[in-house]
């Protein structure tokens, strides 16, 4: 099955487009031209992250300077993650990419900038569609200046879901299955700055996969991680 990056029309995104616009997209109350209304915005500033940078262990042992929106402990930031990953709202995931972006100013990134994100699961495609990284990241490149989004990590399939297994069983279950396409793009082969994107970070391993394979594949350019949220301090692994 191919990707479908934005999805097709149909009776149901007609229906909420035409007949439920105005609605917000996390509480279905009234929202205004962002798509979420100010009270669900308030009670995402309010979990928002007083430092938005720390660094996570890439799996070479290199620590990568990343950043993320949200702590992903509060209910409404748990809700958005959720609709994220099952519907296609185009003005929610370009809000979504505007809160990102500005996490990451924290991270202080200068000159050209190449978004990847880590992919979505093969199953995950074939429930819903679409690959919601790659979707942010695609938003993040149009919103930054001097940037480019680039399709360039593919998964291979691995045994198992990620979410039932422990840190350690994470890690060993993705270890080797991030592989990197073919360069298509001309920034891509010349890319100053990587900043992988994905909407959640839990254990971290995923993204650590995904740093040590881009770090291999671009050895002289500097590499962040962006996030739309990231778990609890008890329960990932960097450090501040």
Do not use: W
């Not at 994220?84 to 900038?113: C, E, N, P, T, W």
């Amino acid at each position: 099955m191919s990707e479908r990056n934005f999805p097709s029309f149909s009776i149901g995104k007609f229906i909420r487009d035409k007949l439920l616009s105005g609605k917000c997209a996390i509480c279905r109350e009234r929202a205004d031209a962002e798509n979420v209304c100010p009270a669900c915005d308030a009670a995402l500033d309010v979990a928002e992250r007083s430092i938005p940078v720390f660094t996570v262990t890439g799996r070479d042992g290199k620590l990568i300077k990343c950043a993320a929106a949200f702590t992903y402990e509060y209910d409404i930031v748990k809700k958005l993650v959720s609709i994220l990953k099952k519907k296609y709202d185009k003005k929610l995931f370009m809000y979504s990419a505007r809160r990102m972006l500005k996490a990451q100013a924290s991270l202080g990134v200068k000159g050209k900038i190449m978004y990847v994100n880590v992919p979505r699961s093969s199953q995950g495609l074939r429930t819903h569609g679409f690959d919601q990284g790659r979707l942010l990241a695609e938003c993040l490149s149009k919103m930054s200046d001097n940037a480019v989004y680039a399709n360039i990590v593919a998964r291979r399939p691995f045994s198992g879901e990620q979410k039932k297994l422990s840190a350690s069983e994470r890690a060993e279950n993705i270890r080797g299955k991030f592989r990197i396409k073919a360069i298509r793009t001309k920034l891509a082969g010349s890319a100053e700055n990587i900043i992988i994107v994905d909407d959640v970070l839990t254990t971290g391993s995923s993204a650590s996969e995904a740093f040590a394979v881009i770090a291999a594949a671009f050895p002289h350019a500097k590499i962040y991680g962006l996030f739309l949220s990231c778990t609890p301090r008890s329960v990932i692994r960097y450090h501040e």
